[in-house]
């Protein structure tokens, strides 16, 4: 297992769809562990391959305390199943390090995916469960949770990171 880098935004590389997942092999499954360990280590809740720069539909997630319930959805799906039914909940990324804002999500879906082995599930998330899968999909479809802010928030978000990109870039010299 490995740590892997994770994609800052507004990297652009966090804009690419990722492409569904055929085969279910060990590259699926070292993959899924390098995932979980890397969100682990950053201490995130999910984290999606799109975020590493591996543009497949796998997405890992564990909202629990202890840290010993993950869950790997791989080509999942998100079904609305009712658009009146919003929740407005703080959300923060690993990819937009330091900022944490409100986002307004359905509260009633329904997510199909498959399982490490290639096994179909179909699942009705609540709560944090539901908006950190809906969080972790947008990824794959290279939507990042600053795209449901005003461009006015946005853009200075993008602005801060810039600056401490390049700080950063400038001290390694």
């Known amino acids: 297992m490995s740590l892997l880098q994770i994609l800052i935004f507004?990297?652009?590389?966090?804009?690419?769809v990722a492409s569904k997942v055929l085969k279910f092999d060990k590259k699926i499954?070292?993959?899924?562990?390098?995932?979980l360990e890397t969100m682990y280590s950053y201490n995130g809740i999910g984290l999606a391959a799109s975020q590493v720069n591996i543009h497949k539909r796998v997405i890992v997630i564990d909202i629990t305390?202890?840290?010993?319930?993950?869950?790997?959805?791989?080509?999942?799906?998100?079904?609305i199943l009712n658009k009146k039914n919003k929740i407005e909940s703080e959300e923060g990324c690993?990819?937009?390090?330091?900022?944490?804002?409100?986002?307004?999500?359905?509260?009633?879906?329904?997510v199909s995916f498959?399982?490490?082995?290639?096994?179909?599930?179909?699942?009705?998330?609540?709560?944090l469960l539901s908006v950190v899968i809906q969080h972790e999909t947008d990824h794959l479809d290279g939507k990042v949770f600053v795209?449901?802010?005003?461009?006015?928030?946005?853009?200075?978000?993008?602005?801060?990171?810039?600056?401490?990109?390049?700080?950063k870039k400038r001290?390694?010299?």
Request: net charge positive.
């Open 10 to 16: 507004p990297d652009s590389r966090l804009r690419k």
């Open 29 to 35: 499954e070292d993959l899924t562990k390098d995932l």
């Open 65 to 79: 305390e202890e840290k010993k319930e993950p869950l790997v959805l791989i080509n999942p799906k998100i079904t």
């Open 94 to 110: 690993l990819s937009v390090p330091g900022f944490y804002e409100e986002v307004e999500r359905p509260t009633d879906v329904e």
């Open 114 to 127: 498959q399982d490490i082995k290639g096994k179909s599930t179909l699942l009705r998330p609540k709560g």
């Open 147 to 167: 795209d449901y802010l005003s461009n006015l928030k946005k853009g200075i978000i993008k602005k801060k990171l810039l600056k401490e990109q390049k700080e």
């Open 171 to 173: 001290k390694k010299k």
